[in-house]
Nanobody, 127 residues
Framework: QVHLVESGGGLVEAGGSLRLSCAASGGSFSTYTMGWFRQVPGKEREFVAVSWSGSGTVYSTVYADSVKGRFIISRDNGKSTVYLQMNSLKPDDTAVYYC?????????????????WGQGTQVTVSS
């Protein structure tokens, strides 16, 4: 069983930055596919970014087109933590952000395939 706890959300002005953290406990963190998703009321959970490895040592990342070039996902396996650095934030980025984990890789973007979820952290970007 993997337990995920997000932190770092808050209120920021458009153009600003935030860094989200997701601390994991249980499981073998370095082997997990770690994703970030977001959700606004009335809409389906949306893929944001993912970090995964086939080897447990070299990691790859994929981003949603809407955040590419602005957001960066990274992980510290020693701390069992994955981060989402969010830059040049826009009001459209306002959502509850969730960290998720799974033991498989593909499909990367499909939220239904992730096994473990954090409680979510609110990000609000004012115009």
């Amino acid at each position: 069983q993997v337990h995920l706890v997000e932190s770092g959300g808050g209120l920021v002005e458009a153009g600003g930055s935030l860094r989200l953290s997701c601390a994991a406990s249980g499981g073998s963190f370095s082997t997990y596919t770690m994703g970030w998703f977001r959700q606004v009321p009335g809409k389906e959970r949306e893929f944001v970014a993912v970090s995964w490895s086939g080897s447990g040592t070299v990691y790859s990342t994929v981003y949603a087109d809407s955040v590419k070039g602005r957001f960066i996902i990274s992980r510290d396996n020693g701390k069992s933590t994955v981060y989402l650095q969010m830059n040049s934030l826009k009001p459209d980025d306002t959502a509850v952000y969730y960290c998720a984990a799974k033991r498989t890789v593909v499909p990367l973007r499909e939220f239904r395939t992730y096994e473990y979820w954090g409680q979510g952290t609110q990000v609000t970007v004012s115009s």
